[in-house]
């Protein structure tokens, strides 16, 4: 009589075991994050269920310096905004987690991808969520070539991964991760442990077979990736696609990457034949209106491996209530109130009456710092009512004694604002160009109050 399978219960959050099932996890204290999770014996492992491959270096120890450094080969997906956000391109026997909101264009993203390479490379998309039917009518939709592209509808992993072994794909689609089931997991698809399983075994399957999986995600109400967490650490690149429901176009955005930089940033455009490349985002950010308005300013941030070019708007107005509001889209709330009283403190400005808005235009969300001088410029011209110049670029840190620190790659930031026709630039002193860019008249600054006297000169 076969044994039955050992299992364990497993704390999705931090990770503790326990024999049985209880409702909170005493190591945490979160509750109903304890799930069933299958235990591998060491006969199992020690069988490896993918014995058909294996490397010359496979069980041995090595020295570091005698491991070939030679370049890790990639393929173009097709689409140069992706290949930029993966690093350069697909690493054969990477796994890839694509994650975003219904509607946000996973899918059809995905389609246009596989369908493209599919004229000179053998893929495989495995959809799980729709029919066949449904696959076949949104690429004739599209108007994509449907010749070479082989399809499955399956849910089971172990029958995907047998069926790839007799096709040889080189590179395979699962949409979606959430609706995947091993037979060896009790527990319903979409569960903790299930997904935790399905993708442990197509992440082994893709090292082993070395063919790269990208893996559809569902993502939570707050924008993260829905599943345990092991499951960003277990793949190689986690992806976001994002996009406003009004918006038309759409941010793929990296959070993990083993293969290139992280936080990257492609810039997609959703028309009736499916996501478009956007060669120049700055251009989509800066489409400003040719009458001077005051509360605008033009920052340079760093996405990834490239500089961008965002407006960034701000709205001061006297307040009716007790406590003045303090709205920031797409920046930092916290940031913006540390501003403001670094903005009284050291420029003499005081808004402690006055609702602040701040907007970053087009849905960029901003992280870095380098958007601190730009943002006090644009609250300083609003509160004044002081338009500041249309070829006017901004950008620095502020620190808590009103000093102007350095940011990265300053010289790039200043050459990427020279192509799109700024005349003038205020960047802080230690991001002085080390020769003249054509064209640009570059203030340094070394404190808040010496950015104040060159606005009131212009």
Not at 227 to 255: F, M, N
Not at 389 to 411: H, K, M, N, T, Y
Request: aromatic letters at 4%; hydrophobic letters at 40%.
């Amino acid at each position: 009589m076969a044994k039955a399978p050992k299992t364990a219960y497993v704390c999705s959050d931090c990770g503790a075991e326990y024999a049985k099932w209880q409702g909170q996890c005493r190591a945490c204290l979160a509750w109903n994050t304890i799930s069933e999770v299958r235990l591998i014996s060491a006969k199992e492992s020690k069988g490896d269920r993918f014995s058909g491959y294996a490397g010359e270096t496979s069980g041995k120890i090595q020295k570091l310096s005698d491991i070939d450094l030679q370049e890790v080969p990639r393929f173009s997906s097709g689409f140069n905004e992706l290949d930029r956000v993966l690093g350069g391109g697909v690493v054969p026997g990477s796994a890839i987690l694509i994650g975003g909101h219904p509607g946000a264009g996973k899918s059809t993203l995905l389609l246009q991808v596989m369908c493209g390479l599919a004229e000179h490379l053998p893929t495989l998309y495995v959809t799980g969520e729709e029919s066949l039917q449904q696959v076949a009518m949104r690429a004739n939709r599209l108007g994509l070539p449907t010749d070479n592209l082989k399809m499955l509808s399956e849910t089971s992993v172990e029958h995907i991964c047998n069926l790839a072994d007799q096709e040889k794909p080189k590179l395979i689609v699962i949409d979606s991760i959430q609706v995947m089931h091993l037979s060896d997991i009790q527990s319903s698809p979409g569960s903790v442990a299930q997904v935790r399983e399905c993708a442990s075994f197509l992440t082994r399957y893709a090292k082993t077979r070395q063919v790269a999986i990208i893996m559809v995600g569902h993502v939570t109400k707050d924008g993260t990736l829905a599943g345990p967490k092991v499951l960003e650490h277990a793949i190689d690149a986690s992806l976001l696609l994002e996009g406003e429901a009004d918006s038309r176009y759409r941010t793929l955005r990296s959070q993990k990457n083993r293969f290139g930089a992280v936080n990257e940033l492609g810039v997609f455009a959703m028309t009736e034949q499916g996501l478009r490349e956007v060669k120049n985002p700055s251009a989509i950010f800066l489409s400003r209106s040719e009458e001077q308005t005051s509360g605008s300013s033009v920052m340079v941030i760093w996405e990834g491996t490239r500089p961008l070019l965002v407006e960034i708007q701000a709205l001061v107005d006297h307040s009716m209530l007790a406590n003045p509001r303090r709205v920031a889209v797409g920046l930092e709330q916290n940031r913006l109130s540390l501003l403001l009283a670094v903005l009284h403190r050291h420029g003499g400005l005081q808004m402690s009456d006055q609702d602040v808005f701040v907007n970053v235009v087009g849905g960029v969300k901003v992280t870095e710092t380098s958007a601190d001088l730009a943002l006090l410029l644009a609250l300083i011209s609003s509160f004044r009512n002081r338009p500041l110049p249309q070829d006017l670029v901004v950008f620095g840190e502020v620190g808590l004694a009103g000093e102007i620190r350095p940011v990265p790659s300053g010289q790039e930031r200043i050459s990427e604002a020279a192509k799109h026709g700024f005349k003038r630039a205020i960047v802080p002193h230690g991001n002085m160009p080390k020769k003249a860019i054509k064209g640009m008249s570059v203030f340094t600054v070394k404190k808040l109050s010496d950015a104040l006297e060159i606005i009131s000169d212009f």
